[in-house]
């Protein structure tokens, strides 16, 4: 992410929306992750992947190749979909909530979040914040966090 370490208030609340909940990732976001990181803790890790030869040495993590397969082996009602551009397509058609951060400053990028219709969605919160303000404080940019409701 061309973004990252610049907002990490959407990082703390990455965390702490989904510590104890299932994860499912494609396998370039899962490559993306710093291996420090992975897999991520106190987290179900599900890697989505299309290549039936594809392994994880880690064996806390769980190798899927369909999104169904990824939903099943899912050990938490709660499910989230953590990308990438693909992995979000795949899901977007069965998704309830979408949980958005904004970042109100352009980025280059080659993945991005697949088109939506907004009328099938109804925005149930929104928060700004400003770069260096209460819940923002170490932010080098202004975000904004939004969750939508599919209506």
């Not at 929306?17 to 992750?33: A, E, N, P, Q």
């Not at 420090?36 to 899927?64: C, D, H, W, Y």
């Amino acid at each position: 992410m061309p973004w990252r370490g610049k907002v990490p208030s959407d990082m703390k609340r990455f965390v702490e929306l989904t510590v104890g909940h299932s994860v499912v990732m494609g396998r370039k976001t899962w490559d993306s992750i710093p291996f420090k990181f992975r897999p991520l803790p106190n987290r179900q890790n599900i890697v989505l992947t299309r290549n039936p030869q594809f392994t994880i040495e880690n064996s806390g993590v769980i190798v899927a190749h369909s999104l169904e397969e990824a939903v099943q082996q899912a050990k938490s009602e709660t499910v989230w979909i953590i990308g990438g551009a693909e992995i979000y397509a795949l899901a977007l058609p069965v998704t309830d909530f979408l949980h958005t951060t904004i970042l109100y400053e352009k980025f280059e990028g080659d993945a991005f979040f697949p088109k939506y219709n907004l009328s099938d969605w109804m925005n149930i919160y929104f928060k700004r914040f400003k770069a260096g303000e209460a819940g923002a404080e170490k932010d080098t940019i202004n975000s904004g966090y939004l969750i939508f409701k599919r209506k």
